[in-house]
């Protein structure tokens, strides 16, 4: 038994789903706009396979139009690029994904900045980065953007909240840290070269663990009440052999301690492509000259 409330992220996903794929009915039926996204996959990495595959499908469910390219591993980084610029130029496409990682020949860096920073639903390119720092309407990242969420379905009001991001990268950590300060928690981020990190986790009201290491946060290390975000997704095997997914947080203890945590899976991830779709929908809205998308 648990005492924690479990925050259940597929349902949460599923009512956003819902609720994107409203405003998508709304935008064909009053402005003849169907949104598109675009996802590009270079090589065979067989995660990334499944995540295309799954992007596609709730693309297609949501409404959207859906355009896949699949590119050999070999495919240069200037092929890569022009198909970007193509992209880029087509009014069909209000959203374009790259799916990472990319085969090593490849800088993700310059990939990411030749994407239009408008089309931008990864919530990378630099701009939107900038935006985000300066407060500024953004593409967010999904998966900060999903996690936020999912904080507010345990308490609506964070003012005030004493929160740690235990990462610090520039695709979890930084983005949802700046989102805790938008909505005035106080926020560190904490990393591997923090000092004392159990007890600066101690003080946290608000726990997001990005720390890519299984069951690395441990139930004594959380505040009594404790809202935590599992970010983590890593696959261990036990000691009957068989493989199976924990997170960055010890589940079993911390839940015993916690407020309200995020199972994995179960949490975090299944709001990663909701948010993608809310992006890709404000995306094409913000192309029509219209108001932010809902949600």
Not at 29 to 44: C, F, K, N, S, T
Not at 144 to 156: D, E, K, N, Q, Y
Not at 214 to 235: C, L, S, T
Request: aromatic fraction near 2%; include cysteine.
């Amino acid at each position: 038994m648990t005492d924690a409330r479990i925050i259940d992220g597929k349902a949460v996903a599923e009512a956003l789903v819902a609720e994107i794929a409203t405003g998508v009915a709304q935008l064909k039926r009053e402005h003849a706009l169907v949104p598109g996204l675009a996802v590009v996959l270079v090589g065979e990495d067989p995660a990334s396979q499944v995540y295309v595959r799954n992007k596609g499908r709730q693309t297609i469910a949501a409404g959207m139009a859906s355009y896949e390219h699949k590119l050999p591993a070999e495919t240069s980084e200037l092929a890569l690029l022009e198909l970007i610029g193509g992209l880029n130029r087509d009014d069909s496409v209000h959203g374009i994904l790259v799916q990472l990682p990319l085969p090593k020949h490849i800088d993700a860096g310059r990939v990411i900045e030749a994407i239009d920073a408008e089309k931008d639903v990864d919530g990378f390119h630099p701009v939107n980065v900038g935006r985000l720092n300066a407060g500024q309407p953004s593409l967010v990242p999904c998966t900060p953007a999903g996690s936020m969420r999912l904080i507010r379905t345990v308490r609506a009001d964070l003012a005030g909240l004493d929160a740690v991001v235990i990462g610090r990268s520039n695709i979890v950590g930084k983005p949802v840290a700046q989102l805790l300060l938008q909505a005035d928690c106080t926020v560190t981020i904490a990393h591997s070269r923090t000092r004392d990190l159990a007890a600066v986790v101690r003080r946290a009201d608000i726990v997001v663990a990005a720390v890519g290491r299984p069951e690395f946060v441990r139930g004594d290390w959380i505040k009594p009440g404790a809202i935590v975000i599992d970010v983590g997704i890593n696959r261990v095997t036990g000691a009957d052999g068989k493989a199976r997914l924990v997170g960055d947080v010890a589940y079993a203890e911390a839940a015993q301690v916690a407020g309200a945590i995020t199972p994995v899976p179960g949490g975090v991830g299944p709001m990663t492509i909701a948010c993608l779709l809310a992006n890709t929908l404000q995306a094409a809205r913000h192309a029509a000259g219209l108001a932010a998308a809902a949600g």
